[in-house]
């Protein structure tokens, strides 16, 4: 049962690290248009995440039961616990460079790693796997598009007004899509730990099943919301300055693009990356304005950083999981 317990406080520090790492994107926009003052933001971002997380569990179950098939590997408390380890490794390497890197992938990256190094490719649920994966590189595609658009359509919807009192609605309605993103991301992003807490009681065999516990949900809840109340200058500074110079219209436009995808894909039962949603919806937002004003070196160095994590999970999940185990055998 310690393992048990260790394997717990991993997948909330996960959680924590992913409430700071995450937080910067869900804000970023809101603080650059100067819509909201940074405090205020971390503070709409903590409740909302909060709600958003008590809400749903269809993404936990798609988790726990997608990448790993727990029947088939030997020794799954090593597999979840190298997993953990891997994820929140690499979430704080790309937090200090202030990388918006995805913690989605990092995670599936790390739970594939681990199940491969453990009882090699039968360990994987190759359809689940897949079908996570393409939700995370089809999203953010369909978030530039949905970004383009509604840029094009508040563009028309403003255009007769002038730019003082455009810009002055646009950033009061701002703290809404701001929000409303907030609570996106906690819907989206806090079921991931929630399935790998749900793995390990089934694992353990302390329940039969994946449905996730209300104390599990209540848990990551907390350890998001504590994690967005530190928030992370790094990775705002990033998403908020390093991709386009943002006006209210852009915030606005990028938020409600991302949220839409997020949602969607929510009520869908498939987790994305929050991060890539929205870096990919302020492209979109970018480029219906005009391709020259997005600044195409900093999006392809997050897209280097996209494309990278999961192999790179995979490799020091691989590695995090024999020396774990090797630890184990010693003990």
Request: with cysteine; hydrophobic share 55%.
């Amino acid at each position: 049962m310690i393992q048990l317990v260790i394997i717990i406080a991993l997948a909330l520090t996960f959680d924590f690290i992913n409430g700071f790492h995450d937080t910067a994107n869900v804000i970023a926009t809101a603080v650059s248009t100067r819509a909201l003052r940074l405090r205020t933001a971390i503070l709409i971002a903590a409740v909302m995440n909060f709600t958003g997380a008590v809400l749903f569990t269809g993404v936990a179950k798609t988790i726990a039961t997608g990448v790993v098939d727990l029947n088939t590997v030997t020794n799954g408390t090593y597999v979840i616990m190298a997993a953990m380890i891997s994820a929140i490794a690499w979430n704080l390497i790309t937090w200090y460079f202030g990388i918006p890197s995805s913690s989605s992938h990092a995670l599936i990256g790390s739970l594939a790693g681990a199940a491969l190094a453990d009882a090699g490719l039968s360990a994987v649920n190759f359809h689940g796997f897949i079908t996570i994966f393409a939700s995370l590189i089809i999203s953010p595609v369909i978030a530039i598009a949905v970004g383009f658009v509604v840029f094009t359509i508040i563009k028309k919807i403003v255009v007769r007004m002038s730019i003082y009192k455009a810009n002055s609605g646009l950033r009061k309605f701002q703290i809404f899509t701001a929000a409303f993103q907030a609570f996106s991301h906690g819907s989206n992003d806090a079921q991931k730990s929630m399935g790998i807490i749900t793995m390990a009681l089934v694992s353990f065999g302390v329940q039969n099943d994946m449905t996730v516990p209300h104390w599990v949900q209540l848990a990551c809840a907390v350890a998001m919301t504590l994690g967005t109340s530190i928030g992370g200058w790094r990775i705002i500074k990033t998403v908020g300055t390093q991709i386009m110079k943002l006006r209210p219209i852009n915030g606005v436009a990028a938020d409600l693009s991302a949220s839409l995808v997020i949602q969607i894909a929510t009520h869908l039962n498939l987790p994305v990356s929050t991060t890539h949603v929205i870096s990919s919806a302020i492209i979109g937002v970018g480029t219906a304005q005009r391709i020259k004003g997005v600044k195409w070196g900093t999006a392809r160095k997050m897209v280097i950083a996209w494309f990278i994590t999961i192999p790179i999970s995979i490799l020091m999940s691989s590695g995090v999981f024999i020396l774990v185990a090797n630890i184990a055998q010693v003990i």
